[in-house]
């Protein structure tokens, strides 16, 4: 079992950056399949990134490709989320979760139900 903690979340502008981590125990983090999902206030959790046992893969959603890029480091058992060009839109909170995989696998899951575990969320707000 995995415990998932996020980080990073804040109020910022239009057009700024931001970084969110999100720190998890265990000594397999390399079995863990990695995603990132935001909830808006009234919406559904929505899928935002997600990246690959190893890394070599990523998916984005179409409304953050080409502005966020989801990052992991095997070695600090982290999975970082790099957020760019921000938008009020964005404004959310961010999860972290994770997929666990018995055998290497290059999927980098999409769907909320393909996470098992999840973080306790991180604020972003966005203001124009």
């Known amino acids: 079992q995995v415990q998932l903690v996020e980080s990073g979340g804040g109020l910022v502008q239009a057009g700024d950056s931001l970084r969110l981590s999100c720190a998890t125990s265990?000594?397999?983090?390399?079995?863990?399949?990695m995603g990132w999902f935001r909830q808006a206030p009234g919406k559904e959790r929505d899928f935002v990134a997600a990246?690959?046992?190893?890394?070599?893969?990523?998916a984005y959603s179409d409304s953050v490709k080409g502005r966020f890029t989801i990052s992991r480091d095997n070695a600090k058992n982290t999975v970082d989320l790099q957020m760019t060009g921000l938008k009020p839109e964005d404004t959310a909170v961010y999860y972290c979760?994770?997929?666990?995989?018995?055998?290497?696998?290059?999927?980098?899951?999409?769907?909320?139900?393909?996470?098992?575990?999840w973080g306790q969320g991180t604020q972003v707000t966005v203001s124009s």
């Open positions: 979760a994770a997929r666990f995989s018995l055998y290497s696998s290059n999927e980098a899951y999409t769907g909320v139900n393909d996470y098992a575990y």
């Open positions: 265990g000594r397999t983090f390399t079995s863990y399949i």
């Open positions: 990246i690959s046992m190893g890394g070599l893969s990523t």
